[in-house]
């Protein structure tokens, strides 16, 4: 079942967006992320994909009362990033009420812990972060490159039990000009048993609508709905329509 995630980024307790993670482009949407995901919540969106844009800058979780307060005062089943970098984090994380942690950079550079977090909690909890820059991993909220091969990459850790990954094209972030569409057909020949979940770029729900018809598994939504490109309406008669409920 395809699912539709908005995403929220935080940056000083704040809603914001950056465009291709740059923070010199920072723009604030809402002071309040509760308020974001209660909206996201009363449209019939039942997940979320929470990032603490802080946390990725400091190698450490900044926002955890954003990610408690969500988690209380809504039934969304929240995937956070951001920082996850040490076993303290990560327990920290669960406990004020993520259902799923992303890990991009610690499985770059600390592969070791990333897997003993698979070998812990197992790949329904742990999401593998695969965000590229021409097809190479991109870590440190994207401020750093490197020369890992995102094909090569998400095979050692489906070998380690990944069962979902999240895969941005930096270069598609926060322009809304269209997702990486031949990114995500080559990583789901390479992958078939894979949930793959797109990120970056989406303009408009014919985006949805054709990354969808790729069997993906959902699609991460940030700056379209800030935008107004796309609107919570739609967003709605999307799951309706494929999912005959709100």
Not at 88 to 113: C, H, M, N, W
């Amino acid at each position: 079942m395809f699912q539709i995630i908005p995403a929220i980024d935080i940056i000083e307790g704040k809603c914001v967006r950056l465009t291709k993670g740059d923070y010199g482009t920072k723009k604030i949407y809402n002071e309040r992320p509760d308020e974001v995901a209660k909206q996201f919540e009363d449209n019939g969106i039942t997940r979320l994909h929470l990032v603490d844009l802080d946390g990725a800058k400091a190698k450490k979780v900044v926002n955890y009362k954003v990610l408690e307060k969500i988690a209380t005062q809504t039934g969304l089943t929240i995937d956070f990033g951001g920082g996850v970098q040490s076993d303290e984090d990560l327990r920290k994380v669960f406990d004020y009420g993520a259902k799923q942690v992303t890990g991009g950079s610690i499985a770059v550079k600390i592969p070791e812990t990333f897997g003993s977090w698979l070998d812990e909690f197992g790949g329904d909890k742990i999401i593998l972060g695969a965000d590229a820059k021409n097809e190479k991993i991109a870590i440190s909220g994207w401020e750093e490159d490197t020369k890992v091969d995102i094909y090569q990459f998400v095979k050692n850790y489906v070998a380690q039990g990944v069962k979902y990954i999240i895969s941005t094209d930096v270069d598609k972030d926060g322009l809304l000009e269209g997702p990486s569409y031949q990114l995500y057909a080559k990583l789901k020949k390479q992958f078939p048993e894979i949930n793959i979940i797109a990120s970056g770029g989406v303009s408009e729900m014919s985006d949805i609508e054709k990354l969808a018809s790729q069997n993906l598994h959902g699609v991460i939504v940030g700056k379209a709905i800030y935008e107004n490109k796309i609107s919570l309406e739609q967003i709605k008669a999307f799951i309706l329509r494929n999912h005959g409920k709100v």
